[in-house]
């Protein structure tokens, strides 16, 4: 028998075709397509949007199709309902948090305080040090939306960043199933951070990158032999700021200025 793994709403209804419901112990009979079926990583991807998602594993029972990632079948058995954070692979619970966190960022959330974002802006450019130069900076927050744009248009990573990319991405190299779920970690918190965030600022790519970098560093923590370079990155992004980067020696973080009452 073929397994399958299967994403659905919570209320276990398929997420491509929501007429079929699935559960536990249960003998479904339907016309199924499902793509990636035989790989947990996958269910990630046929969401339709739709997050948090419940995700079954199940036994096809009779013939069954299979065209490269495409699983079509017209019975399935429901086994169990397994955990969601096992679809981000190793350390997929760390994975899940981080994601949900994320999901409720307060860009007007006050209290950040100077010092606080310094400290991790430094500590960001401490770690990525290993890799290469890092420039000395200062910290210059701004609060105007346009001139934050402008700024972001003018900043380009260092070669250290670079670099600690290319670390992460050796790391699982000969390893199919963990060069798998790392970039399935990482792809699918780009689209989950990215249905929530994609209107709300056209600086929302750099969240993204940030957010995405961290958690394949997530991924692979195990495999590494240096800290994660984005988690003061992301603890700033939590407190509803904007790390836009180096241009020249400042590092600038934008947040959204304050309405006079």
């Not at 994403?7 to 419901?21: F, H, N, Q, R, V």
């Not at 269910?43 to 199709?65: A, C, H, N, S, Y």
């Not at 890092?134 to 670079?162: Q, Y």
């Not at 990482?186 to 995405?212: F, H, K, P, Q």
């Amino acid at each position: 028998m073929q397994k399958v793994y299967l994403a659905t709403s919570m209320e276990g209804s398929a997420c491509w075709t929501p007429d079929i419901t699935y559960e536990l112990s249960k003998e479904v009979t339907s016309e199924h397509w499902q793509f990636g079926g035989a790989n947990l990583g996958y269910t990630l991807f046929i969401r339709k949007g739709l997050w948090p998602v419940r995700i079954f594993e199940g036994q096809i029972l009779g013939d069954f199709e299979r065209d490269d990632d495409l699983l079509v079948f017209k019975k399935v058995f429901i086994e169990k309902e397994l955990p969601l954070a096992d679809a981000f692979g190793p350390n997929g619970q760390k994975i899940l948090e981080q994601i949900n966190r994320l999901l409720s960022i307060d860009f007007d959330k006050p209290g950040a305080t100077h010092e606080e974002i310094s400290n991790l802006v430094n500590k960001h450019l401490e770690i990525l040090s290993r890799f290469g130069r890092v420039p000395r900076v200062t910290l210059e927050i701004v609060d105007n939306l346009g001139i934050a744009e402008d700024i972001l248009d003018r900043v380009k990573n260092s070669r250290a960043w670079s670099r600690a990319v290319t670390a992460m991405n050796e790391s699982v190299k000969g390893n199919n199933d963990r060069k798998r779920a790392y970039k399935m970690a990482s792809g699918a918190t780009w689209d989950i951070l990215a249905e929530r965030y994609w209107m709300r600022s056209d600086m929302v790519i750099r969240l993204l990158i940030d957010n995405c970098n961290s958690i394949a560093h997530l991924s692979v923590e195990d495999l590494v032999d240096f800290q994660n370079p984005w988690e003061p990155l992301v603890k700033i992004w939590e407190m509803g700021r904007f790390p836009l980067g180096i241009v020249g020696k400042k590092f600038f973080v934008y947040e959204k200025r304050k309405v006079e009452e």
